[in-house]
């Protein structure tokens, strides 16, 4: 039963321009991204039609393009998480309370340029919510990710231990200043290759710091370890001593090396 009927009165007429009214008021509608411009606006095509009454005929209408649309990310204190948005991503579209034209041209507090409210023009895209057929596959309901869409690749926040899952490369590049790890424990698993680019690399450890691996590589520097090694072991070769019957001779008599001694001269012999 309508209202008029309840209340015997005529409510057609306040019902009609309450209609009107709403009919122009634009709160929220999701979107799909039809371009961005690699800054911070995206053009947004409407997801939901309206009904449209034109002459006495009902049509569904597709709304507009929204062109010039700020987007919204997490962004606070100097830090900021971007993402690579692109056609096809889907969005909720909010529109303010009034024309956002002047704030959005140079910021601060400023007086509306229109008075128009809830408009089309003013709205704000808000990136990440998705219809059912994009849902997100294998959603970790127990930790943080940050995470591609298929899960390959993540890091993952996990009560007090941090994850890096990844079937390709882990980069670190340090431009400036030092990269330093300080842990009790650092394990590193990656199926293809892990790379650290640093001027400096700084690893503490108060309990251990194991390399498990056929072969290390040390590039320039291994010849200076090399020569260090040796250094030491000539050191020891050239002071140590032979017992013959109980006998113990002197040093050798000159320098060795570990590739002549079965042949070296000792003293006493």
Known sequence: MRINELIKTETGPIEAAMSALSSRMRVALPG??????????VTVLCAIRERINIGG?????????LVDVPIIIPRAGGYCLTLPIVKGDECLVIFADMCIDAWYQSGDVQNQQDKRRHDLSDGFAIIGPWSKPKAITDYSSDTAQLRNEDGTAYIELDGTTINIQTPG???????GGDTTVNCDKVTVNASDEADITAPKVKVSASDSCEVDCPQIALSDVWANLRRLVDERAFTVFNAHVHSYGGNYTGAPTSGMSPTNHAT???RGL
Not at 32 to 41: A, L
């Open 169 to 175: 490369d882990v980069n670190i590049n340090s431009t």
């Open 57 to 65: 005929n009902l049509s569904w209408e597709t709304l507009p393009l």
């Open 32 to 41: 799909i991204i039809q371009s961005f411009d690699g800054v911070n606006t």
């Open 264 to 266: 070296a001269k000792v």
